[in-house]
């Protein structure tokens, strides 16, 4: 499956979208909270790219998430189908680990968000690849805590107190940090940094002559 269109609309979807994650980071960093005048907006930005996505795609000639080929309409469609279907994702997946207390609810709306943009699949990518970082983290803070002989106390999986400090992991920097990484590679190939397998065969047959 193409993700983009072209090269250019994947990198200003990646920068729009790192952009978002980084002013999230920040405000949940400085106050202590990710914003609903953050999230939401996201998330209606979430829903409008991913249909004009899916219908610059169908555009194209080229086959969107689960419509297959067809009218720049039939594109618009399925890439709202693909926003809600990555949003639902991202709502059940936070809120269950907020009704453990392992996140806050601005967390749940800014993953929300997050699904919209890139839909499920993804979504479940990026989360597994925030519980890895977040657990290196985890286990490095507290190796370094007791190699200092600080009491350590974890509470809700965000934040980490010894005797003496505190030491708070926020889920959107974690998310950010997990997120680039894994987007860059799934977007590789539609971002121009890789050639595709057509352009390669390509390549290879005009090498062979």
């Not at 997050?114 to 499920?120: E, Q, R």
Request: net charge positive.
């Amino acid at each position: 499956m193409r993700y983009f269109s072209d090269p250019l609309f994947g990198w200003l979807f990646l920068a729009g979208l790192s952009a978002l994650l980084a002013t999230a980071s920040y405000t949940d960093q400085r106050f202590m909270k990710v914003p609903k005048w953050l999230s939401l907006p996201a998330l209606g930005l979430g829903l409008l790219i991913s249909m004009l996505r899916g219908g610059l795609l169908a555009a194209n000639g080229s086959a969107v998430w689960i419509l297959g080929v067809g009218s720049v309409t039939t594109g618009v469609l399925d890439g709202l189908l693909f926003a809600l279907a990555g949003f639902t994702v991202g709502f059940v997946l936070f809120f269950g680990m907020w009704l453990m207390g392992v996140c806050g609810g601005g967390d749940v709306k800014l993953f929300a968000a997050l699904g919209a943009w890139i839909g499920p699949a993804l979504t479940i990518f990026v989360l597994a690849g925030s519980l890895i970082v977040l657990w290196i983290v985890v286990l490095a803070v507290m190796i370094g805590r007791l190699l200092k002989g600080r009491s350590l106390a974890i509470r809700g999986g965000q934040s980490i107190t010894g005797k003496k400090s505190p030491i708070v992991i926020r889920y959107s920097l974690i998310a950010t940090i997990a997120a680039i990484p894994i987007l860059l590679w799934a977007f590789r190939v539609d971002l121009g940094l890789v050639p595709s397998a057509k352009a390669a065969q390509t390549a290879e047959v005009r090498h062979g002559r």
